[in-house]
């Protein structure tokens, strides 16, 4: 059973452009949600998805959209990036009507971004 | 809003030592649940060990478990027989009832020596 996966691993931009990672959740998950983990901080909640919708959202702007396909895997989609956007992105899927934190929070291993 | 507080920016300890890992956190909420994940250099956050804020009885994992302190709003994690393969970042979490938001404290650098 292979767990949350994540593409691509590392990618770089220029301030400006426009970017989209992608997550596939681990199997019999519904749920997705994305984090931003700046170099030495902790994760940062941006949003989650379910049933196709936005179910909740962190304190980012709007450039930071999502979208969450019929068979719930996820994209993460940047608008003009910054130089701040620079970070380790991570998702984690789980099932909407798991156990909070734990069958809700499995990790995939990350897109690490850098923006120039 | 909830916060979350690790005052232990690196540690280092021996293999086959104790070492125990501060966290604070504050909420208003009386119903919630504590986490602390691992990520290794690989960078896979994995789930080390959870705590639901009703029960008093402090949970335990094999090597890992936590001295939770509601009052003091306090969730100290304890790793006996340390490892090498221990070696990571560890972040304290926090979980409100009803949401999907996992706030994360700054972490704490973990070495163990061999």
């Known amino acids: 059973d292979a767990g949350v996966t994540q593409s691509p691993t590392h990618l770089i931009k220029t301030r400006g452009q426009q970017v989209t990672l992608r997550c596939s959740p681990k199997?019999?998950?519904?749920?997705v949600s994305w984090y931003q983990q700046a170099l030495g901080q902790g994760p940062q909640f941006i949003f989650q998805y379910y049933e196709e919708e936005e179910r909740q959202r962190g304190n980012f702007p709007d450039r930071f959209s999502g979208h969450q396909y019929p068979n719930y895997s996820s994209e993460l989609n940047v608008n003009a990036l910054l130089l701040g956007d620079s970070a380790l992105y991570l998702c984690a899927s789980g099932r909407a009507g798991g156990f909070p934190g734990t069958d809700t929070q499995y990790f995939g291993p990350g897109t690490r971004l850098t923006v120039l | 809003a909830q916060t979350v507080t690790q005052s232990q920016p690196e540690m280092s300890v021996q293999e086959a030592e104790t070492v125990t890992l501060s966290c604070t956190y504050d909420?208003?909420?009386?119903?919630?649940?504590l986490f602390w994940y691992k990520q290794p250099p690989s960078r896979q956050m994995i789930l080390v060990i959870r705590q639901e804020a009703y029960k008093q009885q402090n949970a335990t994992e094999n090597r890992f478990s936590v001295n939770f302190q509601k009052a003091a709003k306090s969730f100290s994690l304890k790793i006996s027989d340390s490892q090498l393969g221990d070696t990571a970042m560890y972040f304290c979490?926090?979980?409100?009832?009803?949401?999907?938001?996992?706030?994360f404290g700054k972490g704490t650098r973990l070495h163990i020596l061999p």
């Open positions: 199997s019999g998950h519904d749920t």
């Open positions: 979490a926090f979980l409100s009832t009803g949401s999907s938001k996992i706030i």
């Open positions: 909420t208003s909420e009386n119903n919630y649940y």
